[in-house]
């Protein structure tokens, strides 16, 4: 029987075969590469904040002194660990930008294809059982990033990428993690990263046809957000 921790990460890693089926375009391997890395950095983060919250219980009911060193240390062990992924994430950045050379020219999407998947991912989020001012943060990733693309297109994913994976670094490096507030910080910091790979479905369905993709987007970007807030609390 899989323990707490190895069952949160077990469904964890299966809502995230979306975000990789996405990134494995068949045309290049710079994101691919890059996603695998920044969800196997998350689901370090997250056994971070399971040991990190096991460890604050104990020590609330001064229970078990053993256990909460072992948590102490896993927490922090974890925590470095993601980290670390997140290097090769950066790295894996730059074989993406130079993909994008050989990609097709017509790198914008069209203002329609945004308002129509932002609509949706908005009626999505509306669905999560989180309080209202939790929906209106991600939404605001949301609408942050749709502005993005809207202006500069596919060219703009890999520094938006490397930007908010430095972001997502440097609050996990912070003495708190990041892990305050109903959503934690960390945690919108990973949903900003996602979406500049779940965006990718667009340039996708708009250059090779990868349209069955873009069928259940907006749902297939709410599980994997439910399941980084309930799996990993």
């Known amino acids: 029987m899989l323990s707490r921790t190895q069952q949160a990460v077990l469904d964890f890693d299966r809502m995230s075969d979306n975000l990789r089926r996405i990134a494995d375009d068949r045309h290049g391997t710079g ?44 927490s922090g062990y974890y925590n470095e660990k993601g980290i670390r992924l997140l290097s090769g994430a ?17 790198l914008k999407l069209s203002a329609a294809d945004i308002k129509a998947t932002h609509q949706e991912i908005r009626d999505a989020v509306a669905e999560l059982e989180i309080k209202a ?22 060219l703009a994913l890999p520094d938006y990428l490397e ?9 996990r490096r912070q003495p708190d993690r990041g892990a305050v507030e109903n959503i934690p910080v960390w945690k919108v910091a ?6 500049g790979v779940w965006i990718w479905t667009l340039f996708r369905c708009k250059w090779w046809g990868s349209c069955s993709l873009k069928e259940g987007l907006a749902y297939a970007t709410i599980f994997w957000i439910a399941a980084l807030i309930s799996r990993f609390c």
């Open 133 to 154: 001012t939790d929906a209106e943060k991600i939404n605001a990733v949301f609408t942050k990033g749709f502005e993005l693309l809207s202006a500069k297109g596919a």
């Open 31 to 74: 994101l691919m590469e890059f996603t695998e890395a920044f969800v196997q950095s998350i689901s370090c983060f997250g056994i971070s904040e399971l040991n990190a919250r096991q460890a604050e219980r104990d020590k609330a009911l001064a229970l078990r002194d053993a256990r909460l060193k072992s948590s102490i240390e896993a």
């Open 163 to 171: 930007e908010h994976i430095a972001d997502l670094e440097r609050i």
């Open 190 to 195: 990973a949903i900003v990263v996602a979406f």
């Open 90 to 106: 950066r790295g894996a950045l730059k074989q993406f930008r130079e993909e994008l050379a050989s990609f097709p020219k017509d």
